[in-house]
């Protein structure tokens, strides 16, 4: 079996550690000159950066292992908080270190900034989620969401347990927009409850934040790049392929180097490009129309360089009905003093502005806030204009398996029950392996 992989992003990459854990000689093309994809490592003005500022989740359970099998420590590469939303001066909910859901109902009922009411509602809202498993009933049932399949968009599901209007704009559009990267009148309910169950249902740890201290690049894919070459791999970077050939049973791979032929090809690329690669070969059409389907969000991110002694009153802290959706000390983070960044998720009118006049908005955010008067050494604003797909209801994901016998694809995008996040990557690339390893 001599398999490939096309993208050294986290699909690409944890195809490939599961591929080498059964001693399976993998090649790992990866156009860039270095791994990690849309969650790669940066540099800018000798200060580490990263592609954009990330975070996972306590419930990203195979991405975590596989950082730890690679040789991560989760202890040393992450700040690890306890699940909170803080919303500036207006809104704050702390989950107590109790046992899950208590954990969460406990933080609804107590949050500050909204109304007995409204917490009581959210309360009732997830034990109500909880009570239905966190599926949406199937139209079958006669409960569905008229026409659409079982799903609905967040805002419709909020509109049916009546989440008043202060409760949606503190609590769920924030955490919608941060899973999703989809504003609620455009996401998916069904996805957004598959994250609630894994992250809020199971074990307390689930629902923890978890705050890189290392670049993204260094965490997993570059580790999983010397595992892959430890047991007889091959990671080739900057060597983007170019063609896909089927070739009687194998798969031929052609870069600027030449051409190789493989037994089985994972396709591990963002959706634009393996649209490209996909579109000569006529066996794929299904599969293609549906990447060529998927639209797009945005995630911007405006890192800026203060003077060490500046910080946050806390690591991660929201603001409500600002540009600014979510800033991070990365002094706290990861003992870079004075660097602070400010995300920015999911289409809206910031996209009108210019980087500067972003970046402008949110040092004066940052004054008004927190009275940091002096201005930043300097800013970088990084605008991913296609960060994830747009989680819609009913989307209709490319399957992992494709018509074409050897051919298969990974990625954030294809089939799954998460949204484009790592855990969803990661799942996909796992996936592909067993694919492969069945056969
Ligand atoms: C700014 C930003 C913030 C985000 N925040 C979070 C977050 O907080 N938490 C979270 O879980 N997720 C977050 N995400 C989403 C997460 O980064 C992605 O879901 C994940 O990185 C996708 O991984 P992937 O391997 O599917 O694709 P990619 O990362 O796109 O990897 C594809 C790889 O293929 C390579 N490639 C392309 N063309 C070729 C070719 N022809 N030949 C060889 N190689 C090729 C690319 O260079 C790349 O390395 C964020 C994304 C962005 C952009």
Request: aromatic share 6%; charged share 20%; glycine share 8%.
């Amino acid at each position: 079996m001599t398999p490939a992989i096309i993208g050294g992003g986290y699909a690409g990459m944890a195809a490939a550690v599961a591929l080498a854990e059964r001693d399976i000689p993998v090649t790992v093309f990866e156009s860039a000159q270095q791994l990690g994809g849309r969650a790669r490592g940066v540099v800018h003005q000798d200060t580490q950066l990263d592609n954009g500022q990330h975070l996972l989740l306590g419930c990203y359970r195979q991405t975590l292992r596989l950082i730890e099998q690679v040789g991560g420590n989760l202890e040393q590469d992450f700040l690890r908080l306890p699940l909170q939303l803080d919303l500036h001066g207006e809104f704050s909910l702390r989950a107590p270190r109790l046992p899950a859901p208590l954990h969460l109902l406990v933080a609804l009922l107590g949050a500050q900034g909204l109304p007995l009411g409204a917490r009581l509602n959210a309360a009732r809202f997830m034990l109500v989620l909880r009570r239905i498993n966190f599926m949406l009933p199937s139209p079958a049932s006669g409960r569905g969401a008229g026409g659409k399949g079982g799903d609905m968009t967040v805002a419709e599901l909020l509109a049916q347990h009546k989440q008043d209007a202060e409760l949606v704009q503190k609590l769920w559009e924030p955490l919608c927009i941060a899973a999703l990267n989809t504003p609620i009148h455009k996401a998916s309910a069904q996805v957004l409850l598959n994250v609630l169950r894994d992250a809020l249902n199971r074990t307390r740890a689930d629902s923890d934040m978890l705050l890189p201290r290392v670049d993204f690049t260094a965490l997993f894919p570059q580790r999983a790049a010397s595992y892959v070459e430890r047991r007889g791999g091959k990671v080739l970077i900057s060597c983007g392929v170019e063609a896909i050939t089927p070739k009687d049973d194998r798969i031929e791979l052609t870069t600027a180097q030449g051409c190789m032929s493989f037994s089985h090809v994972i396709c591990a690329t963002s959706p634009a490009v393996a649209a490209k690669l996909l579109s000569p070969i006529t066996k794929l059409d299904g599969a293609l129309k549906q990447i060529e389907a998927l639209q797009h969000q945005p995630i911007y991110t405006v890192y800026l360089r203060y003077p060490a002694h500046v910080r946050l009153p806390h690591p991660m802290i929201g603001l409500h009905r600002r540009f600014s959706q979510w800033l991070f000390d990365k002094g706290q983070i990861a003992g870079q003093h004075g660097l602070l960044a400010a995300v920015i998720s999911a289409e809206g009118v910031h996209q009108d502005l210019s980087q500067e006049q972003l970046a402008q908005k949110v040092i004066a955010e940052l004054r008004e806030e927190f009275g940091i008067a002096e201005p930043p050494e300097w800013f970088k604003v990084i605008a991913e204009k296609r960060a994830t797909f747009c989680c819609a209801p009913n989307l209709q994901r490319p399957s992992q398996q494709t018509t074409l016998p050897g051919l298969l694809l990974a990625g954030d995008y294809t089939a799954g029950g998460y949204p484009a996040t790592l855990e969803g990557a990661v799942l996909s690339g796992l996936r592909c392996a067993d694919l492969i390893l069945c056969r």
